[in-house]
């Protein structure tokens, strides 16, 4: 089925097509012209920085980095157009177990480039969904998952995407391979794959100055064809007449970087959770990172070997970031949000919430999980947190919040204002370096329970180091009325003392 054969396909009820005169009817365009489109308005610089002035780029004062919000962005053109290539088939149905029904359909999503620029332009994806017999619920959940392109159908439907239907009652829908990988870039014979893949992307981006070049548009754009295949499906007899008109959706590292733009460009997200992603406000960031580290993080080198995060904290990155930073689009962030992230992530340091969290609109809750790295090692216990914020959401029920406050450096006042079932401070030393990597300190963050003071808050005190540094935050654990499972949220995480020791090294 293509996506014209649906004239209910809801894809066209966004945002965007309050800020362009007529987006829907805009032609199928090849994303190599849609340069053409972004220079309608003139930028300070095009998104082509030379590398070589890059290189010289710190030895010079630069003006602030522009982190105003933006409008009418390639990004809402490339996800509002009408691709030809977008068309899905059912591949099969499954009725095991019998108080649920699974699907396979084979989904095109979209043509990102031509031959030779890439050398598989058609991007493809089984996508599964699983739903209850009598989903009676508009909202569906959307994982937009990785995994290397296949055109194999599943002997099975997934058994945790079934556990999450039957536990939520919902339609919950899979996307695997994003980005569409393996892909070889400008005929180089190189496969590349996950950061290889983006960051050469950002490159080819910048030596052609064509933007469309960069892969985040298209990763995007398979979550938002998958959105529009589920409702069509679903929607048809086959799919047993179910209408959905909302998702919340979620994903891990990319594919949370892609959850979060794409609830920033279509109104059909009611809800996301990202997990193990820190790519809001880019240049504060990566300067946190490097003025931590004085280094960058080898789990990062796909981007720092091409000296991309000097061009992140230039002004000129602004063509770049209006792309793939969420934080420029955080005006449109207003839905309710919940950051799942790694205590010992090797890609971000686990206190770079600062730079962005207090300028969230909305219900925004965030969870650390201690002793973890980026994979967050299989921790159920964190997608339980996320599947009770998404029923909640369903419900429509009051998701509890935390509150805090540090006034003096090593204490932490926290407020809920919802009873907690138990309260702990996690806290982790590296007497050497403000490096909290797993892969540097082990699973060394130690859990102290706290009780409630007279007022009914927590108080978290942890004593200065006498050498390095001490990172600590504060866990609330709470178990709403008629809610499945519990929820886990946390404070952001404290360091203490707090200073960057590389922050006057020139950036490399």
Not at 404 to 420: C, I, Q
Request: aromatic fraction near 8%; charged fraction near 20%; glycine fraction near 6%.
């Amino acid at each position: 089925m293509t996506r014209s054969d649906s004239a209910s396909d809801g894809r066209w009820n966004r945002r965007r097509i309050l800020e362009t005169s007529d987006s829907r009817q805009l032609p199928h365009i090849d994303p190599v012209r849609y340069a053409v489109c972004i220079r309608r308005k003139p930028m300070r610089t095009r998104i082509a920085l030379l590398l070589a002035v890059l290189v010289h780029a710190h030895a010079h004062a630069q003006p602030p980095v522009d982190n105003s919000t933006v409008s009418d962005t390639l990004l809402d053109r490339y996800t509002a157009r009408r691709d030809a290539h977008f068309a899905w088939t059912l591949e099969k149905t499954w009725t095991d177990p019998p108080d649920l029904v699974g699907y396979a359909l084979n989904l095109t999503s979209q043509a990102w480039r031509d031959e030779p620029d890439v050398d598989h332009p058609i991007w493809t994806h089984m996508v599964q969904i699983a739903r209850p017999e009598n989903v009676t619920r508009d909202t569906a959940l959307l994982i937009i998952a990785g995994g290397t392109r296949t055109q194999n159908v599943p002997d099975h439907l997934d058994a945790q995407l079934a556990m999450m239907a039957r536990l939520t009652g919902s339609a919950v829908v899979l996307l695997p391979d994003v980005p569409n990988q393996p892909m070889v870039l400008n005929g180089d014979g190189v496969p590349r794959y996950e950061d290889d893949l983006l960051a050469e992307s950002w490159v080819a981006a910048s030596k052609t100055r064509d933007p469309g070049w960069i892969i985040h548009l298209a990763m995007v754009e398979s979550a938002v064809a998958a959105m529009d295949a589920a409702q069509q499906f679903l929607a048809s007899d086959a799919g047993g007449g179910v209408s959905i008109k909302h998702f919340v959706v979620s994903g891990a590292s990319k594919r949370g970087w892609t959850t979060w733009l794409t609830a920033a460009v279509d109104d059909r997200v009611s809800g996301i959770v990202p997990f193990v992603i820190d790519t809001l406000n880019l240049p504060a960031t990566m300067k946190h990172h490097w003025g931590a580290y004085g280094f960058w993080a080898p789990a990062i080198g796909d981007y720092s070997g091409r000296h991309l995060f000097r061009w992140l904290n230039s002004p000129d990155s602004r063509s770049l970031r209006s792309i793939v930073d969420p934080y420029l689009y955080r005006d449109r962030l207003d839905m309710p949000k919940f950051l799942i992230n790694s205590a010992g992530d090797q890609y971000f340091l686990p206190d770079t919430t600062r730079y962005y969290l207090d300028d969230l609109p909305g219900i925004t809750r965030l969870r650390i999980v201690p002793n973890t790295n980026h994979s967050l090692g299989r921790n159920l216990d964190a997608v339980q947190s996320a599947l009770a914020f998404y029923t909640a959401l369903l419900d429509n029920r009051p998701i509890p919040a935390l509150s805090w406050r540090s006034d003096t450096p090593g204490v932490l006042r926290v407020t809920a204002d919802t009873d907690p079932i138990e309260v702990t401070l996690w806290q982790a030393h590296n007497p050497g370096a403000r490096d909290f990597r797993q892969e540097e300190i082990g699973n060394t963050w130690r859990p102290t329970p706290l009780e409630p003071d007279d007022d009914g808050a927590y108080t978290a005190r942890v004593e200065p180091p006498e050498t390095g540094y001490t990172a600590f935050f504060v866990e609330a654990r709470f178990r709403p009325d008629g809610l499945p499972l519990p929820m886990t949220f946390t404070t952001e995480v404290q360091v203490i003392p707090d200073i960057l020791p590389f922050k006057d090294k020139p950036m490399e």
